[in-house]
């Protein structure tokens, strides 16, 4: 059993490196800045600069994998709702927004979402992120006039870092059960009948 995992991993690792390269490939053949096509129109009417933009990128990533650190590798917590926050707080880095600013969306955006559930349904997956990026969009019109929750409604703490720390802890420690549970609806182990 173990040789067939090791063999079906030994033949994945070429077919990615020839996913990677045609990706990398096609990126580079698209006319204009990849950023650019990544940023989308409000960089052009913004006149964001290069430099302003691709920084913009490193914040939004960087964001989502801060909140990942906390979250764990596996979690019934959705991915969706971390990296819709990074890209709010890219986009509020982008309009011009301040370090508080920025913090403000990523508080925003995880006392409004913070508690969406992975259930591993590609199809619902679209409204997931359909919901966190209103969220975060939402988050980003909030901070710009100073405007978030405040310490104490929910899972928001005093500051940013203590925010995400608590949502990480929601989803690392919070949701182990959750996690176990959800795939035994999926795998129709759970009388859901007889439980509720």
């Known amino acids: 059993m173990s040789r067939y995992f090791v063999r079906r991993i030994l033949e ?13 490939m096609f990126i580079h053949l698209i006319p204009g800045d990849p950023a650019r096509s990544i940023a989308g129109l409000d960089a052009e009417e913004w006149e964001v600069s290069k430099e302003k933009l691709y920084r913009s990128l490193v914040v939004s990533n960087l964001i989502a994998i801060h909140q990942k650190y906390y979250i764990g590798s596996l979690s019934a917590y959705c991915g969706a709702v971390s990296a ?6 890219g986009i509020t880095y982008m309009y011009g927004g301040n370090y508080h600013q920025v913090s403000l969306t990523i508080i925003n955006t995880l006392g409004n979402v913070g508690g969406i559930v992975c259930d591993g349904a590609k199809p619902s ?3 997931k992120i359909a919901s966190s990026v209103d969220a975060a969009l939402m988050a980003f019109h909030l901070s710009i006039q100073n405007k978030s929750f405040l ?3 929910g899972i ?4 940013v870092e203590e925010t995400i720390k608590s949502m990480g802890y929601i989803g690392r420690v919070g949701m182990r059960a959750t996690d176990t549970e959800i795939l035994n609806v999926m795998i129709d182990r759970a009388n859901i009948n007889q439980d509720c």
């Open 151 to 153: 310490p104490g409604e």
């Open 84 to 89: 819709a926050c990074g890209a709010g707080a």
């Open 156 to 159: 928001i703490k005093g500051d």
């Open 125 to 127: 997956c679209a409204a």
């Open 12 to 24: 994945t690792i070429p077919l990615m490196l020839i996913i990677s390269i045609f990706v990398f």
